[in-house]
């Protein structure tokens, strides 16, 4: 076989590089809308999102076989997305078919780099805050009586600094998002120019619906601590 077509020249392909970016940044999304929907939860009191956690909880293996995906695709997501812009920068002189066509892009192509340190940092914060935390302790604690882990959410986002850095880092997972599902319609290289240009305006509208979405979070436990008192 040519060496130009071993799987070594394969597997160091910018494509190959682009498109597992893509999917695993794709994985990410879907445990994105699972959260954000479970997390909707909230807004119908303790019994409901301390139910839905619990039966996650229940489980068991299953639970950690999703976490081991997610955690996986983290990984390849990360480590393709540093390869590809170590990448870039050795070859800027080079041209490639298949990033001629990012003409139009999304605002969260060009953010992807810092959107994504961003979103790493929350990452590690909100597990350490909410995953790890004492759901019986004091900050599970409203009116006298512990609440579980709405208590605890509510408690952590009455913090108006939590709330914000919170904010700010779900708008960024909102860019980042609209990245993603531009950037896989652009390396498959299965749309036209004008389909392309058309996809990264609904990606960026599902990234800001995503943001916002998950921006009301804060929002409601700050009405709900600070002016309705809890």
Same mark, same amino acid.
């Given at each position: 076989?040519?060496?130009?077509?071993?799987?070594?020249?394969?597997?160091?392909?910018?494509?190959?590089?682009?498109?597992?970016?893509?999917?695993?940044?794709?994985?990410?999304?879907?445990?994105?809308?699972?959260?954000?929907?479970?997390?909707?939860?909230?807004?119908?009191?303790?019994?409901?999102?301390?139910?839905?956690?619990?039966?996650?909880?229940?489980?068991? !293996? $299953?639970?950690?076989? /999703?976490?081991? =995906?997610?955690?996986? @695709?983290?990984? *390849? #997501?990360? %480590?393709?997305?540093? +390869?590809?812009?170590?990448?870039?920068?050795?070859?800027?002189?080079?041209?490639?078919?298949?990033?001629?066509?990012?003409?139009?892009?999304?605002?969260?192509?060009?953010?992807?780099?810092?959107?994504?340190?961003?979103?790493?940092?929350?990452?590690?914060?909100?597990?350490?805050?909410?995953?790890?935390?004492?759901?019986?302790?004091?900050?599970?604690?409203?009116?006298?009586?512990?609440?579980?882990?709405?208590?605890?959410?509510?408690?952590?986002?009455?913090? !108006? $600094?939590?709330?914000? /850095?919170?904010? =700010?880092?779900?708008? @960024?997972?909102? *860019? #980042?998002? %609209?990245?993603?599902? +531009?950037?896989?319609?652009?390396?498959?290289?299965?749309?036209?120019?004008?389909?392309?240009?058309?996809?990264?305006?609904?990606?960026?509208?599902?990234?800001?619906?995503?943001?916002?979405?998950?921006?009301?979070?804060?929002?409601?436990?700050?009405?709900?601590?600070?002016?309705?008192?809890?």
């Amino acid at each position: 076989m040519n060496d130009s077509f071993s799987w070594k020249t394969v597997l160091a392909s910018t494509i190959l590089r682009e498109l597992t970016a893509a999917i695993s940044g794709l994985v990410l999304v879907l445990f994105i809308f699972g959260h954000l929907a479970g997390n909707f939860l909230l807004f119908l009191g303790p019994d409901a999102f301390n139910g839905y956690a619990e039966r996650l909880q229940s489980l068991g !293996p $299953l639970l950690w076989l /999703a976490r081991l =995906v997610i955690l996986t @695709a983290a990984v *390849l #997501h990360v %480590s393709a997305t540093i +390869s590809l812009k170590l990448r870039n920068r050795a070859s800027r002189d080079t041209a490639y078919a298949v990033t001629r066509r990012n003409a139009d892009r999304p605002l969260g192509t060009p953010t992807m780099i810092y959107t994504g340190i961003i979103i790493a940092c929350f990452v590690i914060l909100h597990i350490s805050d909410f995953t790890l935390a004492d759901k019986t302790g004091p900050r599970s604690i409203i009116g006298g009586q512990s609440l579980g882990l709405y208590g605890v959410v509510l408690n952590g986002f009455a913090n !108006p $600094l939590r709330a914000v /850095a919170y904010i =700010v880092a779900v708008w @960024a997972v909102g *860019l #980042h998002f %609209s990245h993603l599902f +531009s950037s896989l319609w652009v390396t498959l290289g299965v749309l036209s120019d004008r389909a392309t240009r058309a996809m990264n305006r609904l990606a960026l509208a599902v990234g800001v619906l995503v943001a916002l979405g998950f921006t009301a979070i804060p929002v409601f436990a700050l009405i709900k601590m600070r002016l309705l008192g809890g």
